[in-house]
Every structure is written in C-alpha cells, then in structure tokens.
C-alpha cells in the first residue's frame, strides 16, 4: 500500500493565523430557512450526510479550526419539545465526556438563534460496518477475523463506557464505522443510558421512557420488553454477540425475518436461532460460534458478565488462529498423493480418512483416522513430500492449515519451531528406520 500522506490530492495542513473567520453555508438560504439549519458564523455548512429519528448530520468546515467536522442539529419538527430538546443535548453531553479513541469526539455543543441545539464532532472518513459486511462473504477468514478485529475495538469503547457508568443500548452494524486506516469508531449515542446516576429530568428523560429501545435484529430481550431498569452493561453484550451473529452468518440472532414487529416479538421473548445451524453453511469454528451463543443467551445472568470478559473471549480465540478454512471430499476422493508436495495439513470435521502407502502395486493401510484426528503436518513441518496417500473412506470434512497459520499458529519461525521440526525430524527418521528393516504395520 502506498503512503497516503504523499498522495498529491491531501490536503496540506495551512495556517492563516486569524480569527474569528467569517463563513457562509453552503445550502441555499431557503433550504436553510425551510429546515431551520443553524448557521453558526464559523462553519461552512454542505448537504445533509445523513439522517436519523430526530437528527441530521451534515458535513462542514470549521473556518476558526481550519478543520471538517460533522454537524448533527435535532429536526425543527422537535426542537420545541422540551422532551427530544433534552434528549438531543444529553447525547451530546454523554458523548462529550466518553473521550476515546473509538468513540467519535464531541468537539461544541450549542442553540441557534432559531432554537435548534446543534453539536459538532470529528468527521470520520471511512464506510459503516454494515457495508463493510456486505463487501465480504459469510465464512471467509477476512470476515471472520477483520470483523472480529472490528468488534475488539468496538468492545474498546464500550468498556470504557461502561467504566463511566454509560450503556449505548443500539449497537448495529450501522452505527459502526470502520475509517479508511484501520479506525473503528462506535457512533450515535443517542439511545444511550445512564446506569450509576440520573439526567436533571430524572424519570421523565427520553432514556429513562418506557418501551422497546434499539433496532429490534440486535437488540437485547430486556430491551425489547421496553422496562429501561432491566437495562445494564449485559444489554450491550447482548448487541455485540448480535453483531458477532451477523458476522459469523450473515443475520442477526433472531434470523431473517423481514418483518420487525415479528423481529420484535421473537426478541421480547428471548427466542434466539441456532448458531450452529446458522454457521452449518458456512464451517465455521466451534469456539468462536459458542461465544457468539453465550452472549445471546435470552438471561441476563447466562452471558458473559461483562463486555472485557467477552472481549477476552474473542481475543483468544483470535490470537490461537482456529478460524481455519474448510474442504469437503467425496467418498473415494483422493485428499493428497504419496510424493506431493506437503503444502498442507488437515483436521478431520466430519468423516473418515483412509491413509496408505503402495508397495510393488499392494496398498498397505497405515491408518483410519476419525473426526478430531490430525494428518499431513510431517510433511509440512518438514518441507517434505507426502509420505503416504490419503482417501476419503466417507463424506469428509477437513479443517486446512497453511504454512501461514502454521507458523502463526505454533511460533515455528522461532525457537519453537526449531524444537518441533528436530522432534518431527525423529519421528520421520524412526518411520523410515521401520520401513528399511522391512516391516510391515498390522
């Protein structure tokens, strides 16, 4: 990859060393009129980015800063009730203080002449999560593995916000954006929710209001049957084991159902899809699909406790590269040769494997090898050819390690891999003692 920061098209970074620096929008004045769009002196306001319930977001430049930022201003359809005016302003204010670096900072806060609050926040260059799925297929190992790398960083901010006694309360791939250098920032805190203290309007706050809240494919059980005191940290573990759900196949916990209502109802009663059937298509590893089950567990008490808990789950898995892809064969189906070249190893899933050598035109039998079983790592450690043939006997399943993930995997371009080759190498040369004497296996 090229140095972005030699590409000609940057922006250089300039200085004109004045302020305040009169700026005029870039809307239409009737447009502007129409909707009520602040205009503060300083910002150079564009076309609406994007748009929420009660929000939108527009991108502008700070003329005092010399800087883009991002305007979020509530609709003038809301900005005389008191209610989403409060609302609006406590979103600012919480994500004011949740300063980290997943989570997008809140740089002023304020109310136009016309009464509209208003606040800016740093302009995240980048794509939403949610299109970042769709550019990748379920099962594959750069989804599995860079979506999980996503979800850490997310858990990031989440932990830190729960540090601060804040649940975010609508995690969705949406919400989630991925920047164009490896950035994830968690956005839209709109729905977000004190658990250790209280707004200035108490009970009467939009976080504190009964009924449903979230988007109703990731949303938590408790969060679905709409009681906001039933709502913790596990609310938010919850989200996250959704969007590992839709990362490991494709939809969300409670499936495909185009309907929300019907999404709603299977959420409020906790009815949450099979994992594993999900993940049948697509081969995905045991491991990482029971965390994803964990934290979609319909109680509370059955997830993990906590967002790092999860997190450490994840990272694990992650780290011990068991995210592997698969191969089938049919019955029959030759898997390698005797003499070629050991560019693989194979865990057996489902099925069983035959493995042979052939002498003077009599297949001998080395071995039958069953589900769990491991076959084709001497070669492979030992950049050696295959030392006998492997058939499928049934419908086979195979987990595939590369050189890559093996050396990943086992640190063997290390010491460790000095180690592991000097004992495969005593085993080959013990092998080949065997077959030099003339014996045969029973």
């Known amino acids: 990859m090229s140095n972005p920061f030699k590409d000609a098209s940057i ?24 909707e009520n769009i602040p205009t503060p002196p300083h910002l150079v306001i564009s076309r609406e980015l994007a748009r929420g319930g009660m929000g939108h977001v527009h991108p502008a430049m700070d003329c005092n800063l010399l800087r883009n930022v991002a305007l979020k201003r509530l609709d003038k359809a809301y900005a005389s009730k008191t209610f989403y005016r409060d609302s609006f302003i406590a979103e600012a204010q919480m994500n004011g203080q949740l300063e980290h670096p997943n989570i997008v900072p809140v740089h002023e806060l304020a109310v136009d002449q016309n009464g509209v609050p208003y606040f800016t926040m740093k302009l995240v260059q980048g794509i939403p999560f949610s299109d970042w799925l769709a550019e990748r297929d379920p099962g594959t190992i750069e989804r599995v593995e860079g979506g999980i790398e996503v979800l850490l960083k997310v858990c990031d901010a989440l932990a830190y916000a729960h540090h601060r006694g804040v649940v975010h309360r609508d995690l969705k791939p949406a919400n989630i954006m991925v920047g164009d250098f490896g950035q994830v920032y968690l956005m839209d805190w709109g729905l977000a929710k004190l658990i250790r203290g209280e707004p200035a309007s108490g009970a009467n706050a939009l976080m504190n209001a009964k009924g449903p809240v979230g988007t109703p494919d990731f949303m938590a059980p408790e969060q679905a049957r709409g009681n906001p005191k039933d709502v913790d940290e596990r609310s938010d573990v919850f989200g996250v084991g959704a969007l590992l759900f839709e990362v490991l196949t494709g939809q969300g916990p409670y499936g495909q159902e185009p309907d929300q209502r019907k999404t709603l109802e299977r959420a409020a ?53 068991m995210h592997l892809p698969r191969k089938m064969f049919a019955p029959g189906e030759i898997i390698f040769r005797e003499g070629d070249k050991g560019d693989a190893a194979y865990m057996i899933v489902a099925g069983r494997c035959r493995a042979y050598r052939t002498a003077n035109g009599v297949e001998e039998t080395l ?45 063997l371009s290390g010491w460790t891999g000095a180690l592991v080759r ?21």
């Not at 620096?21 to 009129?33: D, F, I, K, Q």
């Not at 006998?388 to 086979?396: C, M």
């Not at 004992?423 to 045969?440: H, I, N, P």
């Open 367 to 411: 071995n039958v090898m069953e589900p769990g079983e491991a076959f084709g790592e001497m070669a492979l450690i030992l950049f050696e050819p295959r030392a006998a043939t492997v058939v499928a006997v049934d419908a086979v399943t195979v987990l595939v390690l590369d050189q890559v993930v093996m050396n990943e995997g086992l640190g």
């Open 422 to 442: 000097a004992l495969a190498q005593r085993f080959s040369d013990l092998e080949q003692m065997v077959r030099s004497s003339g014996l045969r296996r029973t």
């Open 11 to 34: 922006e250089s970074v300039r200085v004109i060393e004045t302020i305040p620096v009169a700026a005029t929008s870039n809307l239409p004045a009737s447009v502007v009129a129409a």
């Open 269 to 321: 009663a906790g009815t949450v899809i099979s994992i594993d059937a999900a993940c049948e298509p697509f081969g995905v590893a045991k491991r990482i699909r029971a965390i994803a089950e964990r934290a979609t567990q319909a109680s509370p008490d059955a997830r993990y406790s906590s967002i790092t808990e999860m997190q450490d789950a994840m990272r694990a898995f992650l780290h011990g590269g």
